[in-house]
Each structure stands twice: as C-alpha cells, then as structure tokens.
C-alpha cells in the first residue's frame, strides 16, 4: 500500500477486506456508484486502470468499501497515460506557456532549477483562498500531494502571479518543504520559488507539501474578483475554496475552466466554461476538479451594485 504498484495495492486491500468482487459491487451501488465487476477485475489485473472523472470519484468510494485511508490507492496510480493523436510528450507545453505575461514568467524560471517538475505527479491540490472584508485576498493557503514518477525530483518550482498589489506575498508556514531561491519581477507582480524538499524522491514515493502565502496587511489585492490555479500536466484531484468576510458578500460567484490541449498552441484555448456556485453558510464556495489539465481551473466573483 505504500509503494504499490496501484494493481498489487488494489489486490492486497481487497484480499484483506475479505468481500468478494460483486459484495464489493453491490456495497458500490449502495453509495450510487455504478461500476461492473469486469472493470473491478481489469483495475486489480493491471489491464485498465481509472482514469476518467467518473473511474477516480468511483475509486475514492472504493477506498472508503475496502477501509483503505483517503487517497491510498489513488496516490498510486501517477499521471494518466498518453492517449490518442493529441498526446505528444514531444510537444509539451513549457511551465510558463499558460500565462498571459509569458516572457516575465520564463524569464524569472531561468533563475531557478526547473528540472524536477516532469518527475512529479500532480495527484492532489487544494487552495484555499481567504477573502478580507474590503474584497482583497489575504492570503492563500495550499496543500499539494505529489508523486516521484522517476528517482531524484527535490524540489517544487511555485508561480505566483497578482494584480493591482504594490507588494508580493510573504510565504510562511511550510510544512513538508523549505524555500530555496526566490525570483521576483515586481514590475509585472510575478514571483517564481523553489520549494524544496527535505531529500530527493525515489520512484512511487508520495510527498503532501503545504505552504501559505500572505500580503501584508493594508496589500491585498483585488485580482479581478478572481483566483485561478494553472496547470500544464493533469492533476487527479483539485479542490478550490474561497472564503469571504461575512460583512462583505459577492452577489454571484462562478466556476470557470479553460482546457488547453497538447495539440493546440499555447494561449489557444476552448472557450471557457462556467457554473454558478452557492455561498454556504460560512460565506464560502468550493469547487472540485477531477482528472483536469492541462488547463486553468478557477472561481470568479461579483460584488452588489459594483
């Protein structure tokens, strides 16, 4: 369960469960989860293996049926397989290739090692954005699960972009990482860092890395009403939360997406795709993302009578 690969891990839990194939089925379809006891048969084989939206949210019940810990089987998976004409690893996208200010971004890269990144699996992410009562955001808090596809990734190169700020964020409370160099371009609002880790990964080693990152008080910028995460590579699971002061409500709040394919230049995107979204009671909003990239995933916001 710790190393896998996914298929021996996946045998192993359901030999420990001691369910047969259609038990586990059935206790599936109890949690509204269709799935056939051939393609049950196919994952702990090796001969598919989930990769699709809808395979990776029934893997998650899965985990709970088999009474394996969150993520413990769907860490082991890595990056989905190339698939179809559009997949040319010969073609891949650069880092800074989804923003707008392309030559800023590559050009603070240069600065800094950028080797480890195709080693690293995106398997989760989570930002949660804090919203300050005149509508700035304060700070940003992210907690990331990687995964080594090759021996020896030490470090995690983080872009950060911001608009309307006189001054670029603080990064505090690093867990799991310590920051190496820092390049910033505070003409354009734009820092690249190294967040490296404590030693190098071996292959099918997992890492959950979190870090915040906080203007100064009086500093936090508007950014459009919006926060977007960027991704060049697939990431398996992305949870986005925004949380906003209660003596100030956005009037509508939206999820948006843009998907980039391999096959199409940079910046040449699909049109965006939005869903409104429901404060809850905290005055919050949540969207979640399964199996997304390359793309960029993000929440936008209005203000009343603004």
């Known amino acids: 369960m710790t190393t896998g690969p996914?298929?021996?891990?996946?045998r192993a839990a359901i030999k420990a469960s001691r369910l047969s194939l259609d038990r586990i089925q059935h206790r599936l379809a109890l949690r509204g989860v269709t799935i056939?006891?051939?393609?049950?048969?196919?994952?702990?084989?090796?001969?598919?293996r989930p990769e699709?939206?809808?395979s990776l949210e029934a893997l998650r019940h899965l985990?709970?049926?088999?009474?394996?810990?969150?993520?413990?089987?769907?860490?082991?998976l890595g990056p989905p397989r190339p698939r179809g004409r559009r997949c040319r690893p010969t073609t891949m996208m650069p880092i800074d290739a989804l923003w707008a200010r392309r030559e800023r971004v590559a050009n603070l890269l240069s600065k800094v090692?950028?080797?480890?990144d195709l080693k690293l699996g995106r398997i989760s992410q989570h930002d949660r954005i804090e919203i300050s009562a005149d509508g700035g955001q304060k700070s940003v808090w992210v907690r990331q699960i990687l995964r080594a596809e090759q021996d020896g990734p030490d470090r995690w190169a983080l872009v950060f972009e911001t608009e309307e700020s006189d001054v670029l964020p603080e990064i505090v409370n690093v867990r799991n990482c310590h920051l190496g160099r820092i390049a910033r371009d505070h003409e354009a609002n734009i820092m690249v860092a190294e967040m490296m880790f404590e030693r190098p990964l071996t292959r099918g080693e997992t890492l959950i890395m979190e870090y915040?990152?906080?203007?100064?008080?009086?500093?936090?910028?508007?950014?459009?009403?919006t926060f977007a995460r960027k991704f060049r590579l697939p990431v398996r699971e992305y949870v986005i939360e925004?949380?906003?002061?209660?003596?100030?409500l956005p009037s509508r709040v939206q999820q948006y997406t843009r998907v980039q394919q391999y096959s199409v230049p940079a910046g040449d995107e699909t049109p965006s795709r939005r869903r409104n979204l429901t404060l809850d009671s905290g005055g919050g909003v949540h969207a979640v993302a399964l199996g997304f990239g390359p793309g960029v995933f993000g929440i936008r916001w209005e203000w009343p009578n603004r």
Do not use: C, I, M
């Open 212 to 225: 915040q990152l906080v203007f100064p008080e009086g500093h936090a910028p508007k950014g459009n009403n």
């Open 242 to 248: 925004v949380r906003f002061d209660e003596a100030n």
């Open 36 to 48: 056939s006891v051939a393609t049950l048969s196919y994952w702990q084989s090796g001969r598919r």
């Open 6 to 10: 996914f298929p021996e891990a996946l």
């Open 113 to 116: 090692d950028t080797s480890s």
């Open 63 to 76: 985990e709970s049926v088999l009474g394996v810990p969150q993520s413990g089987l769907s860490a082991l």
């Open 52 to 54: 699709r939206p809808e």
